[in-house]
């Protein structure tokens, strides 16, 4: 039995070294001297267009803004003048990390919401004749109804 189990391990070793050891590289580097022409259509041809995506600056009139809510949070001196400027990056910072808020990403949603210029529902679909205050509180139920209830309890238990 020992001598048919070693046999079968080398034809197996074989089978799996074989053919890599066989294998050609098909793959060619730019570098190997082979120069090939490619003629392309018009149609197939396109230049290599970069987009640039996402926002890529803030508007001067929000930087206005901006600046005015800073001023009145006494985190910048001066006048607002609609330029995100060294001076305005250092305030905004300052007023986020006192906050205890991240300083990386210029300006925080959670700064500008606290400095009042949250966004605006005035042109919304729904705004006419809405008011966008929040909701009223839940209606209180007598004593005598909630009578034997446990406040949190569930139904199983």
Do not use: C
Request: hydrophobic share 40%.
């Amino acid at each position: 039995m020992v001598s048919f189990r070693i046999p079968a391990a080398l034809l197996v070793v074989a089978a799996l070294v074989a053919p890599p050891a066989f294998a050609t590289n098909v793959h060619r580097s730019p570098t190997s001297g082979l120069a090939t022409t490619h003629k392309l259509s018009k149609s197939k041809h396109k230049a290599a267009v970069r987009h640039t995506r996402g926002q890529q600056a803030i508007d001067p009139e929000r930087v206005t803004q901006i600046q005015q809510a800073l001023i009145r949070e006494n985190y910048m001196t001066g006048e607002a003048n609609g330029n995100w400027d060294a001076s305005t990056v250092a305030a905004m910072q300052k007023y986020q990390a006192d906050h205890g808020w991240q300083v990386k990403l210029m300006p925080d949603s959670r700064a500008l919401l606290k400095l009042g210029l949250g966004p605006d529902y005035s042109t919304a679909i729904n705004a006419k004749g809405s008011s966008f205050a929040p909701a009223p509180p839940k209606a209180d139920t007598p004593p005598t109804l909630t009578a034997g209830f446990v406040a949190g309890s569930g139904v199983n238990q």
